[in-house]
């Protein structure tokens, strides 16, 4: 075959011709405990009732699943095929389902030889071991396989090799900076690779850890040193010959089990990422740290802070990569704060503080928490709470039933108390080989023997509590090296650590990797009047804005007060105030309608809000006793949908404190100005006829409601005006459905205003990780573009199309003056860097915005996806960091791009408390800060 797209059409296209037989695959719902054990599905380790029809996983299954089959054994029974239809894949399954959407009615098929079997040597195995028997590899060299199984192997190499060539754009602007990053070298002995062979039983095996099991069994020829993921066996050197067969006995069943080993392709080391990656999680293993998500934690370094009753457990998080300067390992320090206190204790406390709506309150306080067991320190999130069952429940634990206390009286020797605590439920999903969906797993939990993770909310808002926590968390750069090089110290002294990676030709270095970044000048900022001044080396401009005119003022001509009987005193404070302060700033603020309520109940601000707002109000301005959730979203969705009109809540609390008054207040009036319509300061931006767009999502951490999507683009030359739309969206989806719309009316949005269309548009994406790159090459970029042909037919903008990503374990300090290693600093806002750590096969950037005065800094992450105008490096590099100046409610540069940051504004409050698409009228401003 020509290429890889013509390779996979062939096969649709035969697949045509091609039968097979319906395989039920509905989703079977059962409970389980935490130590695995389920109910009324084959769990791991154990046989299923009927062997499935399809073995294998990626690939192999996805040619299985469209006819096609891959040199079977001589005595093999003819195979099952799963149909096509509802199969719902990713990676390459998702590739072979467009191209079977695409294959026409008229394509050609491509009948099978008659006889595809490829002789393959023998083995016998008994009490675990096996003898490789002579075989004629002349023989096996020369007969003919299929083609199917030829284009197999060809594509299997040609996806090791399809990396394309290596990305390199490097930007020139700024002064050059010594740099040194968390990232650890892992040398490879250079002849050294990965030998990558496919293993198939028969019969089929269904559960990973029986065919584990197998594999295991023959260490005498596979060695110790080798990973099997349940199809795809990788080993540090090759096998004598290339196909042959082994013999296992069934763990359970004591039945025969052949095992059909073929060699399939050699990779270079630095070719399979995800290797290395398992390597570590093994290595994580055996210096004995808990795992948790994706970190690693050592309980017995645990720090106790007993006036609050938590603990933190130090740990790391992990990354091996590919980087322009070779394999490297990203090795960051982290922490988890776990309470001492167990959930039983939790539910206890809101019984007795909350007393009615008892369910209620558990249910709103757990769900989405994460909680750990620490007789088997694992971690779990809460997704139910069933309060019709309890420790005295039963389920089928092998042949018998046994109740939850029974269980955890036999296993692990734990003692349940109260028999009457309803239990908490996990749900899960995992992937079943043969099977087109994923199959649920619940996990039940005894809440006497859980404790919860994290910080509640009144934690996070009590200012002592997280002091003392940061006192652990918060640790300088200095810190941070030295723990890290301790961490690589105890692998290279772990004699078991340091022998799997010298199976694999792999040395762990010590120190740091060391880089040459750049810092970017400070941006001057323009304020009303024509006053320009520098932001500084702590890009601190407060007092520029405070101390002179707003660049664009929308004076304050008809306002609204709304608050209650108690707050007389601190609404009088506010109002003189509001009166000294606002000519700082050039704002004319004339007397507001004042409407007082008796008292503070949700029903009477919504009842005033309906009815007590006159004609022609520019905003409204409720100031509230306290700080609650279910007020908040009470107002802002009567605000933002039924009478849509810009406003502004406060919590009278902060009005008690005269001595920071004047900067509350001065505050207060820099948003209000914002929701209306106006302008704050501006940077030089010298890019003309350009949108700049913002995206961002917003999930619900507990489940409970359906994600929203944000977009927010430019509408003006200075990019001080923002047109802004929330999408809401099916639960945890991420593509952007709405995408196309909002651009639209944003670029209708824009035309109107300037009388033209853009000519660029550049999208900033948040909240996009790696695997989800993907999705916004394929999809949300075709949306794009569909949006501007529905504009206009033939508008075609060029469209720069870059990710940004904040959540990454990256971190960068300025080197000492010696360069001993010692001494180092956060690197300073204004940080680029653009080489070494970036990674091999893209155009991205790492970029320090911000200042940070305690701890260590995190820079953001930016991919160019896609760039039709052809920037340069810098001119994308200086883009990024002027946008980080322009988010109107901060003083400051920030992590992200003004437009990310807005989005994100817009969708948070839309996804936490308006729950519905906010009015159009309120699309052109920023009502949302």
């Known amino acids: 075959m020509s290429s890889r797209k013509d390779f996979f059409r062939s096969i649709i296209e035969s697949s045509s011709s091609i039968g097979g037989s319906n395989n039920d695959s509905a989703n079977a719902t059962s409970q389980n405990l935490d130590s695995g054990y389920r109910t009324g599905v084959t769990i791991s380790g154990e046989e299923p009732t009927a062997p499935l029809p399809v073995q294998g996983r990626g690939r192999a299954w996805a040619l299985s699943s469209l006819g096609v089959t891959m040199a079977p054994p001589a005595d093999a029974a003819a195979p099952l095929v799963t149909p096509m239809e509802n199969l719902v894949m990713g990676g390459r399954g998702r590739f072979l389902q467009k191209l079977l959407s695409q294959a026409g009615p008229t394509a050609a098929t491509v009948e099978p030889p008659a006889?595809?079997?490829?002789?393959?040597?023998?083995?016998?195995?008994?009490?675990?071991?096996?003898?490789?028997?002579?075989?004629?590899?002349?023989?096996?060299?020369?007969?003919?396989?299929?083609?199917?199984?030829?284009?197999?192997?060809?594509?299997?190499?040609?996806?090791?090799?399809?990396?394309?060539?290596?990305?390199?754009?490097?930007?020139?602007?700024?002064?050059?900076?010594?740099?040194?990053?968390?990232?650890?070298?892992?040398?490879?002995?250079?002849?050294?690779?990965?030998?990558?062979?496919?293993?198939?039983?028969?019969?089929?095996?269904?559960?990973?850890?029986?065919?584990?099991?197998?594999?295991?069994?023959?260490?005498?020829?596979?060695?110790?040193?080798?990973?099997?993921?349940?199809?795809?066996?990788?080993?540090?050197?090759?096998?004598?010959?290339?196909?042959?067969?082994?013999?296992?006995q069934h763990p359970t069943e004591g039945t025969p089990v052949t095992l059909s080993v073929v060699f399939r392709v050699q990779q270079q080391m630095s070719q399979n990422v995800a290797f290395y990656n398992k390597l570590f999680r093994r290595i994580m293993y055996m210096l004995q740290l808990s795992e948790m998500g994706r970190k690693h934690f050592d309980p017995t370094q645990a720090r106790i802070i007993p006036q609050h009753k938590l603990e933190i457990w130090p740990g790391f998080v992990t990354a091996v990569n590919e980087f322009e300067g070779g394999l490297m390992l990203n090795l960051d320090v982290t922490h988890r704060v776990l309470m001492q206190t167990t959930v039983y204790t939790h539910i206890k406390m809101l019984a007795q503080a909350r007393?009615?709506?008892?369910?209620?309150?558990?249910?709103?306080?757990?769900?989405?928490?994460?909680?750990?067991?620490?007789?088997?320190?694992?971690?779990?999130?809460?997704?139910?709470?069933?309060?019709?069952?309890?420790?005295?429940?039963?389920?089928?634990?092998?042949?018998?039933?046994?109740?939850?206390?029974?269980?955890?009286?036999?296993?692990?020797?734990?003692?349940?108390?109260?028999?009457?605590?309803?239990?908490l439920l996990n749900r899960s999903e995992r992937r079943v080989v043969g099977k087109t969906e994923p199959e649920e797993m619940i996990v039940c939990l005894v809440p006497e023997i859980c404790f919860l993770t994290g910080l509640t909310d009144e934690m996070r808002n009590d200012h002592k509590v997280m002091r003392d926590i940061a006192t652990y968390t918060r640790i300088t750069p200095n810190q941070r090296l030295v723990a890290m090089r301790q961490f690589c110290e105890n692998v290279n002294k772990n004699e078991a650590a340091r022998k799997l990676l010298s199976s694999w030709g792999l040395e762990l270095m010590i120190t740091p990797k060391?880089?040459?970044?750049?810092?970017?000048?400070?941006?001057?900022?323009?304020?009303?009047?024509?006053?320009?001044?520098?932001?500084?080396?702590?890009?601190?401009?407060?007092?520029?804005?405070?101390?002179?005119?707003?660049?664009?003022?929308?004076?304050?001509?008809?306002?609204?007060?709304?608050?209650?009987?108690?707050?007389?005193?601190?609404?009088?404070?506010?109002?003189?105030?509001?009166?000294?302060?606002?000519?700082?700033?050039?704002?004319?603020?004339?007397?507001?309608?004042?409407?007082?309520?008796?008292?503070?109940?949700?029903?009477?601000?919504?009842?005033?809000?309906?009815?007590?707002?006159?004609?022609?109000?520019?905003?409204?301005?409720?100031?509230?006793?306290?700080?609650?959730?279910?007020?908040?979203?009470?107002?802002?969705?009567?605000?933002c949908t039924e009478v849509p009109i810009p406003s502004q809540v406060i919590n009278a609390r902060t009005l008690a404190n005269e001595k920071r008054n004047r900067s509350v207040v001065l505050k207060v009036l820099l948003q209000m100005n914002c929701k209306l319509g106006g302008s704050l300061w501006g940077v030089r931006v010298p890019i003309k006829r350009t949108m700049i767009c913002g995206i961002d999502t917003y999930h619900e951490a507990k489940q409970r409601s359906n994600s929203v999507a944000a977009f927010v683009g430019s509408l003006d030359a200075a990019f001080t005006h923002w047109y802004s739309r929330a999408t809401v969206q099916e639960r945890k989806e991420e593509i952007l459905n709405g995408l196309c719309v909002s651009l639209e009316k944003t670029l209708q949005a824009y035309q109107r205003r300037n009388c033209h269309l853009p000519d660029r548009i550049i999208i900033f994406r948040d909240g996009v990780s790696d695997e989800q790159t993907n999705i916004c090459r394929d999809y949300e970029i075709p949306q794009l573009q569909a949006a501007c042909k529905l504009v206009q037919p033939d508008y075609e903008p060029k469209i720069t199309f870059i990710v940004v990503q904040k959540r990454i374990i990256t971190r960068l300090f300025t080197m000492s003056r010696g360069g001993d290693g010692e001494g180092q600093a956060n690197a300073p806002p204004g940080t680029v860097l653009d080489n070494t750590v970036t990674r091999r096969y893209m155009f991205d950037f790492f970029l320090v915005s911000q200042t940070v005065q305690m701890g260590t800094v995190t820079p953001t992450h930016y991919i160019v996806l896609r760039d039709d105008s052809k920037f340069s490096p810098d001119i994308l590099q200086q883009l990024s960091y002027k946008m980080c100046y322009m988010y109107y409610n901060w003083t400051g540069t920030i992590r992200v791009p003004a437009c990310c940051q807005y989005a994100h504004k817009l969708a948070y409050l839309v996804g936490q408390s308006v729950k519905r698409m906010p009015a159009e009228s309120l699309n052109d401003k920023l009502f949302y800060l």
């Open 514 to 639: 060391v880089m040459m970044g750049r810092q970017l000048p400070p941006e001057n900022i323009t304020s009303g009047g024509g006053v320009v001044g520098s932001a500084g080396p702590n890009v601190d401009y407060t007092r520029q804005v405070t101390n002179n005119p707003m660049l664009e003022i929308v004076h304050i001509r008809q306002w609204m007060l709304l608050y209650t009987q108690r707050d007389e005193q601190h609404v009088s404070v506010f109002r003189d105030c509001v009166k000294r302060t606002c000519k700082l700033l050039g704002l004319e603020v004339a007397q507001p309608q004042t409407e007082v309520l008796p008292q503070d109940a949700t029903n009477l601000y919504v009842q005033a809000l309906r009815t007590r707002i006159r004609p022609g109000t520019q905003i409204v301005v409720i100031i509230c006793p306290t700080s609650r959730d279910d007020r908040y979203a009470a107002i802002k969705r009567i605000l």
């Open 115 to 248: 006889d595809t079997t490829v002789p393959i040597s023998s083995a016998t195995s008994g009490a675990g071991t096996a003898s490789i028997k002579d075989g004629d590899a002349r023989s096996v060299a020369s007969r003919q396989a299929s083609d199917v199984t030829k284009a197999e192997d060809s594509f299997v190499l040609r996806e090791c090799k399809e990396q394309g060539e290596p990305v390199i754009r490097i930007g020139k602007e700024g002064n050059p900076l010594h740099l040194m990053g968390n990232f650890m070298e892992l040398k490879c002995e250079p002849d050294r690779g990965i030998f990558l062979y496919t293993v198939d039983f028969s019969p089929p095996i269904d559960a990973k850890r029986t065919r584990q099991r197998c594999i295991d069994s023959h260490k005498d020829v596979f060695g110790t040193a080798y990973t099997f993921d349940g199809h795809i066996l990788l080993l540090p050197k090759a096998l004598e010959q290339e196909r042959f067969k082994l013999t296992s």
């Open 355 to 423: 007393g009615g709506q008892f369910r209620e309150n558990v249910l709103k306080s757990l769900l989405g928490a994460v909680v750990l067991t620490r007789y088997n320190k694992k971690t779990y999130r809460i997704d139910d709470v069933c309060f019709d069952t309890n420790p005295l429940s039963t389920f089928r634990y092998g042949e018998r039933d046994i109740s939850y206390v029974e269980y955890y009286k036999e296993q692990y020797g734990l003692e349940i108390k109260d028999h009457q605590q309803p239990l």
